[in-house]
């Protein structure tokens, strides 16, 4: 099972948007909505942002968004901040009955 | 609350087993939908999944890693076992122990804090 394939980086100045997509095929993203996004600043866990591709949980900005289109989920930060720089990892069920994680992509916020 | 805890050696040698010890609390493993995974993610690298086990002792393991590894529960006790056999030094990671749950949610919505792992003779 392959890596989910993410930009390595993105950036954007405060106030900005910025889109982190995540590739996959038809056996994993391409099929199921189990798709999430974690957060993760640097020396801590991982996070939850957003879960079954579109949905957030209790307690994450709702300047967080995901989406998905075919085989690449997407996940849009709207009005950037500061606190938002971190490194961003995708996540999805996969045909194997097991999980697979993207590559990550580290968020500057210039 | 919802918390977990991983525990376990932090220096193993080539070729022996490893054996970690997630701990947790605020939930049951026993609760339909619950399940328990085991995520690593080497130092400077990528989160990979290693492992899963639900609350009706369904166990799911990375395709690739399958050979080396077992996950076992234990209700009574709170906790959730990894054991990964012939280590290696590409194995040097931070394991991380999360909560799942399947029926609402269904992604990793709480996990511990990480437990660094290095393989070395």
């Known amino acids: 099972q392959s890596a989910l394939t993410q930009p390595p980086s993105v950036s954007g100045s405060p106030g900005q948007s910025v889109t982190i997509s995540c590739t996959g095929t038809?056996?994993?993203?391409?099929?199921?909505?189990?798709v999430s996004w974690y957060q993760q600043p640097p020396g801590t866990a991982p996070k939850l942002m957003i879960y079954?591709?579109?949905n957030r949980p209790s307690g994450v900005p709702d300047r967080f968004s995901g989406s998905k289109s075919g085989n690449t989920a997407s996940l849009t930060i709207s009005g950037l901040q500061a606190e938002d720089e971190a490194d961003y990892y995708c996540s999805s069920y996969t045909s194997s009955s097991a999980w697979v994680f993207g590559g990550g992509t580290k968020l500057t916020v210039l | 609350q919802i918390t977990l805890k991983e525990s376990g050696p932090t220096l193993v040698k080539p070729t022996q087993t490893l054996t970690l010890t997630c701990t947790f609390s605020?939930?049951?493993?026993?609760?339909?939908?619950?399940?328990v995974g085991w995520i690593r993610q080497p130092p400077g690298k990528a989160l990979e999944w290693l492992a899963l086990?639900?609350?009706?002792?369904?166990?799911r393991y990375s395709p690739s890693l399958k050979s080396r590894l077992t996950i076992t529960k234990d209700t009574s006790k709170n906790q959730v076992v990894l054991t990964m056999t012939n280590m290696d030094p590409v194995d040097t990671a931070t394991y991380y122990c999360a909560h799942r749950r399947e029926y609402q949610l269904r992604a990793f919505d709480y996990w511990g804090q990480g437990t660094l792992v290095t393989v070395s003779s």
């Open positions: 038809s056996s994993d993203v391409g099929s199921y909505n189990r």
């Open positions: 079954e591709v579109s």
């Open positions: 086990i639900y609350w009706d002792d369904d166990k």
């Open positions: 605020g939930f049951s493993l026993s609760t339909s939908g619950v399940g």
